[in-house]
C-alpha cells in the first residue's frame, strides 16, 4: 500500500512563505494539487521521475517552487510571496508510471495524500 504523508500547512500572513512536504513510500512522479471551497481541484506543480522536469500553473509561477529529495522519497512546494487566493487544502500525489516529464492530469496519478490546509489571511 502506497502512502504519502504531507506536512507543513498552516496559517500565514499575505506575503508570507510556508513549505509543503509530501513523504512517499516509494519513488513516483509527483506532483500538489490544491481545491479552495466551491472550486475544483487544480494543478499547482509538478515534477518528474528524476526531479529535472517540472511544471506550475500560471497562478503561481515565480513564487512557488516544486523540488525533491529522491534519497527520501519526498517532495516539497515551497510557497512564497502567498495570497489569500492560494488558500486551499494541497493534496500531493504520486503517479507510478515511469515518465521523464511532469504529470499534469489528475487522472494520470495514482495515489493521493490526505491533504493539508493552507490559509492566507489578507
Known amino acids: 500500500q502506497v502512502q504519502l504523508v504531507e506536512s507543513g500547512g498552516g496559517l500565514v500572513q499575505a506575503g508570507g512563505s510556508l513549505r509543503l512536504s509530501c513523504a512517499a513510500s516509494?519513488?513516483?512522479?509527483m506532483g500538489w494539487f490544491r481545491q479552495a471551497p466551491g472550486k475544483e481541484r487544480e494543478i499547482v506543480a509538478a515534477i518528474s521521475w528524476s526531479g529535472v522536469n517540472t511544471y506550475y500553473a500560471d497562478s503561481v509561477k515565480g513564487r512557488f517552487t516544486i523540488s525533491r529529495d529522491n534519497a527520501k522519497n519526498t517532495v516539497y512546494l515551497h510557497m512564497s510571496s502567498l495570497k489569500a487566493e492560494d488558500t486551499a487544502v494541497y493534496y500531493c500525489?504520486?503517479?507510478?508510471?515511469?515518465?521523464?516529464?511532469?504529470?499534469?492530469?489528475?487522472?494520470?496519478?495514482?495515489?493521493w495524500g490526505q491533504g493539508t490546509q493552507v490559509t492566507v489571511s489578507s
Open positions: 516509494r519513488h513516483y512522479a
Open positions: 500525489a504520486a503517479d507510478s508510471t515511469y515518465t521523464p516529464h511532469p504529470t499534469v492530469r489528475d487522472l494520470e496519478y495514482d495515489y
